[in-house]
């Protein structure tokens, strides 16, 4: 079957670094997508990834490795309103996408 | 976890007929429901978001006579695309949200206008 594994929930201290792991089995790749979502609000785009290797924007980057099924998104100088649910999703080879549970990252002073 | 179960997963349809895509939250009760538009390799694009017992609000550009919402119940919502064209071929997503947590996303729809 089809799967998409991230963390349920992280922790991180503002003004550090995090990084959101998504690992993925599915069946053909047509790309991997990071979204944002603050609570009961609309996801909003973050990146898209075809190609191995780390896509950089800004504060945030993302990385994708095809062989080993594995994506990371990296946020740096984490600020309080980076506190929001990441969501991956892969597309499959149906363009089909294919989405995780999310990951509630939880930012500290 | 909470499931969100979006049917049909894929339609092909005539140009000049009506589609109707529903969007059921199964074992929570949803207060707020957003559909999404997305074509092939570009972000999803946020339609319209509709909250139980009460009009959509549409995105812009989105025309809310061509793309019907409803929203009946905390565990249905059904988009619907009337006199479809071949332009509006697309992905279409719903997600359900919880109120105060995560929303979570249906399966999606692939509707083909031929």
């Known amino acids: 079957g089809q799967n998409i594994d991230q963390p349920t929930e992280m922790t991180a201290t503002e003004g550090a670094i995090v990084q959101i792991n998504c690992t993925y089995q599915?069946?053909?790749?047509?790309?991997l997508f990071w979204y944002q979502q603050h609570a009961g609000e609309a996801p909003t785009f973050l990146s898209y990834?075809?190609l191995d290797g780390l896509e950089e924007k800004g504060r945030f980057s993302s990385f994708l490795s095809r062989s080993k099924g594995y994506s990371y998104l990296l946020l740096k100088e984490l600020q309080m309103k980076d506190s929001a649910s990441y969501l991956c999703?892969?597309?499959?080879?149906?363009?089909?996408?294919?989405w995780g549970a999310g990951t509630k990252l939880i930012i500290k002073p | 976890g909470a499931v969100v179960s979006q049917h049909p997963s894929w339609v092909i349809c005539k140009s000049g007929t009506s589609v109707k895509i529903e969007c059921r939250s199964l074992?929570?009760?949803?207060?707020?429901m957003f559909w999404y538009r997305q074509f092939p390799k570009q972000s999803l694009m946020l339609m319209a978001t509709?909250?139980?017992?009460?009009?959509?609000?549409?995105e812009q550009g989105v025309e809310k006579d061509k793309f019907l919402i409803n929203h009946a119940s905390l565990t249905l919502s059904t988009l619907t695309v009337t006199s479809a064209h071949p332009e509006d071929s697309s992905f279409y997503i719903c997600?359900?949200?919880?109120?105060?947590?995560?929303?979570?996303f249906g399966q999606g729809t692939r509707l083909t206008v031929v």
């Open positions: 999703a892969v597309m499959d080879s149906n363009y089909q996408l294919i």
């Open positions: 509709s909250n139980e017992g009460s009009k959509a609000t549409y």
């Open positions: 599915t069946s053909g790749f047509n790309g």
């Open positions: 074992d929570f009760q949803a207060t707020t």
């Open positions: 990834n075809v």
């Open positions: 997600s359900a949200s919880t109120g105060p947590t995560e929303a979570f």
